[in-house]
Every structure is written in C-alpha cells, then in structure tokens.
C-alpha cells in the first residue's frame, strides 16, 4: 500500500482543516479520519471525479462504503432467514397462518378490485 498526500485539485472548496495525525476528528455530523488506498485504486476513483461522476474522491469514497455496507447488513439478514426453508416446523406453521387470513386476503383482494374499477 502506498500513503497519499490530499491532492488539492479533487478539493471542490477551500477549507482550513487541522492536522490529525493518526487520529479521527469530529466535524458536525461526520468524522475525519486518515485512509490509505493502494495507488491503483486511487487513480481510479481519481478518474471517475475528473469526469464528474462525483463531487470528490471523498464523497465517493463515502458512497462506496455506503453501499458496501448495505450489502454486508442485507446479506447478514438475508442470511438469518436462510434456515426457514428448510424448517419443517416453520413451513407448517406458515401454512398454518396463511390458512387462516386466506378469507380475509381474499375479501382485502376484491375490495381493492372494486376500488380500481370504480364500483
């Protein structure tokens, strides 16, 4: 991995920051903190801001871990209902309950047809 110093053109104002050597430093809503990115990686989100796919390689990184991180909490969820398909006493019950609003699901589904059409 290579360090980076700021390059001052991907900046989109002029603000005095205090240095923060090693250390996260709050600022309103968000924290500051130091990154390190393999060179590579850098020139490429470098890149996509030049071409104004965003504002700064700062909001883009921030976007990227947005997303990445609800990837990560979706499929920790998704994960946790994994074993339902295969539980027996799940699928009863389930058939169970479905069973007994089938009437009225039925009756909520014909009120909502009505609706549509006007009657």
């Given at each position: ?23 996260t430093q709050k600022t309103g809503h968000n924290l500051q903190t130091t990154l390190r990115l393999p060179k590579q ?79």
């Open positions: 991995m290579c360090e980076f110093v700021y390059d001052i053109s991907m900046r989109n104002h002029n603000v005095k920051r205090p240095a923060t050597r090693g250390r990686l850098y020139e490429r989100i470098k890149s996509h801001v030049q071409r104004h796919q965003t504002v700064s390689v700062n909001e883009f990184i921030v976007n990227a871990l947005s997303a990445y991180v609800r990837a990560v909490e979706r499929k920790a969820i998704d994960d946790a209902f994994l074993g339902m398909a295969d539980d027996k006493q799940y699928q009863r019950e389930a058939l169970m309950v479905a069973e007994q609003f089938a009437a009225s699901d039925a009756e909520s589904l014909e009120l909502s047809e009505r609706d549509l059409i006007g009657t």
